[in-house]
């Protein structure tokens, strides 16, 4: 073995968990092999609890992580995601590249504590405050590399194409100046990106949503990405208001729209989808199209609920994204996903799959292991042959989850989904490296000094 070897007692490998697991790591921080049923090698560094393979957060605006928490007031007769929205403008049009590197290693130091190893940035804050460029105009897409590099996170750079404040808008509103691109802008981004070469580094591309790119701007960016094997993500279906005005200005709904009009491939990444028709899951379906389920932003923006029962039932691949990152763990997700579900329907295990997979969490959790390489990018994730080496090592004296590792393993994954709380990871690896210890990101005390250094800047003392 040219690289690491680490050995499970008990491990999530092919969709359940399975015994005495021999992981094998070779020199590019891959896995070279994956093998159950064995003894615990000579050299092999033992892991002292259960191994589950991490997850992809597949959508993230990491300035965000600066508001998180300081738009839970109510000062009008009605608040919603598009008054949420102006107040968010606010921060992003403060914030500097330093600044925005120290909020997102601070984010990017969370969301490895909360089982996630690979971030999709969707990245539209790209221009100086007044809206010109920086000298170099990819300047705060470095801040965000530089802050994944710290972390020691991997990272997949979605520069978005932001050119319409609305559907009939010509261009962009005044407080939108910063995120200001074309097609153009976007190609060579991505291109500049990849070609970096840094190694937890990789880049696609993205259209704000169909307000904002409109017909002749995403014919624009698939002609100049052809047949290139990268990610496309775009937001979409998010609100109601959304969905009338795309009606008012197309005469469809806009995954009706996008199915129709741009013909999106297992390449595109739909995010939210919150407000669907059986005919769209249907087309998103048959597109090889994935979607990208927010649950706590979705939550937290009074959104709605997504039809999961729908997109489950039609196969279409799923993913979870930290969105605004008032939640920063997997876990918490899944569970506000099934939850969600539960209280809409006033039903229970909404998501399990009677006689084929009849635990929740299990159901939820493996099609998110599915789910997250194409968001990414990737050709494979999870603990498999080729994937890259990243796990997760369960802390079995974490408060959270005493009592809970001796229950029978079918049950397992569902106590750590819904009946544990507090921190359960004793490590999280990255490539095979370890960035988190017994809870803590190996870096946490000088990343939390630079954030909050940096809110104090922004919002000062009390």
């Known amino acids: 073995m040219s690289g690491a070897a680490f050995f499970a007692t008990q491990a999530w490998v092919d969709g359940r968990w399975q015994r005495d697991v021999l992981l094998e790591v070779d020199a590019r921080g891959h896995w070279a092999a994956i093998t159950p049923g064995q003894a615990c090698p000579a050299g092999a560094t033992r892991l002292e609890g259960p191994v589950l ?60 504590v909360g089982g996630y190893t690979q971030v999709c940035e969707f990245h539209y804050l790209q221009h100086q405050p007044d809206g010109s460029a920086y000298p170099d105009e990819l300047a705060m897409s470095w801040a965000l590399a ?56 990789n880049a696609g591309v993205a259209l704000h949503s169909l307000r904002a790119a409109h017909r002749d701007d995403i014919a624009r960016l698939q002609a100049l990405l052809g047949d290139a094997d990268l990610p496309i993500h775009i937001h979409i279906s998010e609100q109601q208001q959304e969905i009338r005005d795309c009606l008012a200005a197309t005469g469809q709904r806009p995954m009706q729209w996008l ?11 739909l995010v939210h989808a919150t407000h669907s028709t059986r005919e769209e899951i249907a087309q998103v379906a048959a597109s090889g199209a994935s979607v990208v389920i927010c649950p706590g932003t979705e939550g937290n923006l009074g959104d709605g609920l997504c039809d999961l029962p729908g997109w489950l039932a039609a196969g279409v691949p799923i993913s979870l994204g930290s ?59 999870g603990l498999k042959p080729g994937a890259r080496a990243d796990f997760l090592v369960l802390d079995p004296q974490a408060s959270g989850l005493l009592g809970l590792v001796g229950l029978p393993g079918a049950a397992l994954l569902d106590a750590l989904v819904f009946a544990s709380q507090g921190e359960a990871l004793a490590a999280v690896h990255v490539a095979g490296k370890r960035r988190v210890e017994r809870g803590r990101h190996v870096e946490a005390e000088s990343i939390a000094n630079g954030f909050s250094a940096c809110m104090r800047q922004l919002w000062g003392k009390d």
Not at 148 to 171: D, I, R, S
Not at 180 to 188: G, H, I, K, L, S
Not at 260 to 269: I, Y
Not at 352 to 357: S, T
């Open 53 to 112: 393979p991490s997850l992809v957060d597949a959508h993230s605006h990491a300035f965000q992580r600066a508001f998180a928490g300081l738009a839970e007031q109510r000062d009008s007769e009605r608040d919603d995601f598009w008054s949420w929205r102006d107040r968010m403008y606010g921060v992003a049009l403060r914030l500097t590249p330093a600044q925005l590197q120290a909020i997102a290693a601070q984010l990017y130091a969370e969301l490895l």
């Open 259 to 269: 199915c129709h009009e741009a013909r999106p491939d297992a390449r595109w990444h």
């Open 146 to 201: 530089d802050a994944a590099e710290q972390a020691g996170l991997g990272l997949t750079m979605l520069p978005v194409l932001y050119a319409h404040a609305g559907f009939t808008q010509p261009a962009l509103r005044d407080d939108q100046r910063r995120f200001a691109t074309d097609a153009d802008w976007v190609w060579r981004a991505s291109q500049r990106l990849n070609a970096a070469g840094r190694p937890l580094l």
């Open 323 to 381: 969105d605004s990152h008032v939640t920063r763990g997997w876990v918490e997700e899944l569970r506000w996903l099934e939850y969600g579900q539960r209280l809409g329907l006033q039903q229970r295990n909404v998501a399990a799959a009677p006689g084929r997979q009849p635990s929740t969490a299990a159901r939820l959790f493996e099609a998110c292991v599915q789910g997250s390489a194409a968001p990414a990018g990737f050709s494979c994730w």
